[in-house]
């Protein structure tokens, strides 16, 4: 498990661009990614690999739900579900991130009364809730 502080880091970012413009920059999503794998540095390499493994299954999982759910959900927003992937580094957290970003999503949607919402904030804030046990 790698720490949360990439997260903490480039999530400001992530968030309030999603909020305001529905679009998650790749220069953030970049800056995440640089900030993982400067964290995942010390790890063993079949350890960098498995991880990496299941963020690339994370992101061809998320482009197969983008196709089947009519583009529901951003690129942007798949970029991030791998990248958090690389954090989570196994299928029962990223599920249980993606059930906490589900239901916050939901609390959103219906608090303002809107069917589309930016989904970072909520992904963000499950994957956080997951790593600090919440």
Excluded: H
Aim: charged share 10%; hydrophobic share 55%.
């Amino acid at each position: 498990m790698t720490s949360y502080i990439p997260l903490i880091l480039a999530a400001p970012w992530m968030v309030v661009s999603d909020i305001k413009y529905r679009r998650i920059p790749n220069k953030s999503l970049l800056l995440f990614w640089v900030l993982i794998v400067d964290t995942q540095f010390r790890l063993k390499l079949s350890q960098q690999l498995s991880i990496y493994e299941f963020g690339c299954s994370l992101f061809v999982i998320g482009v197969l739900f983008y196709f089947l759910s009519s583009y529901s959900i951003g690129m942007g927003d798949i970029k991030l579900l791998a990248l958090s992937g690389l954090m989570l580094d196994q299928l029962q957290r990223i599920l249980e991130a993606l059930t906490y970003a589900a239901i916050l999503g939901l609390i959103w949607a219906v608090a303002t009364r809107k069917s589309s919402i930016p989904f970072a904030p909520p992904l963000i804030i499950g994957v956080l809730m997951v790593m600090t046990g919440l």
